[in-house]
């Protein structure tokens, strides 16, 4: 197999890191993005910066939880407009560098570096890595960590393993040492549920997972997960990275910090994202035929369920009804770790 390199960027606390660059006197505050930005109101924490997670706030939390957790922070609505622009920008920074670039929400991405057939891609990679932090921090005036990885497994972990305003490289040769000792809960995909079930089996570190027979792991975990766990323990993830553009669409979709099972949050989120993109279809005056919703559970499956008007709308009371409709289609067998929504055939 040709040797690769990829990169994981992951803006460091995105949505509150844009509210403090749209409000300088806002750094080194606790700052709290969610719904209308009311704490008194019933809502969800979109985003908190690193401040306001020393108390204990996280995506996803009720508002008024964070409140009682941290009274003193900055409370924040959410400012879809100002985020997008801002991804926009930073996506369109990391295609400078390769025309293989994978959003992973708004505010991450995986790049694949590419070159010459049999030559080794990672040295130049690190090279690039660094550039794009550096330029991320100059041009956009945003702080990024930044992993690099033979796959993106190992690109994504070592992102994670350098938060915040972090920069970490793991070679295909270390890729073991750096794994084996971690708990299991830092292995990509497993969630707190897993966690446990993996711990009442003796499994603790990655390491131990490792070692784990797959046939073990496909009898406690099925077949698809239980092979996942074997491969990704030991460094392995073949996934290519697949660039998401396509033209004639408008989307947004959101990566929870930590993944959910509430219902409520999941359709609460699904709406504010609807109401954006028929905002956005409004200002740039098109209509839509098709509109989509995407669901990402915590194992990294990704499912999307679509429908298609009669007649092309603009309108939130038309959309918002068929993607609920398309919500309520859909089974949660485990937590959800994404939410999105697309709109499609625009005239």
Known sequence: MAPRAVIHVDLDAFF??????KEPGLKGRPVI???????????VVSAASYEARKSGVHSGMPLKKAYGLCPLAVFLPVDFEAYEKESERFMELL??????????????????ILSEAGAD?????VKIAGEIKERIKRELRLTASVGVGPNKLIAKMACDMGKPDGFRVVYEKDVEKTLRDLP??????VGRKTERRLNDLGIK???????????HLERNFGPNIGATLHEHARGVDTSPVVSFREPGTLSR????????????IIKETLYALTEDVAARLKDIGRKARTVTIKIRYSDFKTITRGTTFETATGSLNDIWPSALKLLESVEFPRAV???????SGLG
């Open 184 to 189: 299991v809960i830092e292995l990509w995909g």
């Open 253 to 264: 979709e959101v990566t929870f910090e930590e993944d959910t099972g509430d219902i409520y």
């Open 16 to 21: 509150a890191s844009v509210e403090i660059k």
């Open 205 to 215: 570190t990655i390491g131990e997972l490792a070692k784990t027979p797959i046939q």
């Open 95 to 112: 295609r400078d560098y390769s025309p293989q670039v994978e959003s992973f929400g708004l505010d991450e991405a995986f790049i694949e």
């Open 337 to 343: 770790r994404l939410v999105g929504v697309k709109v």
């Open 33 to 43: 993005v969610g719904a209308d930005g009311d704490p008194r109101k019933r809502g």
């Open 121 to 125: 891609p990672f040295p130049n990679a």
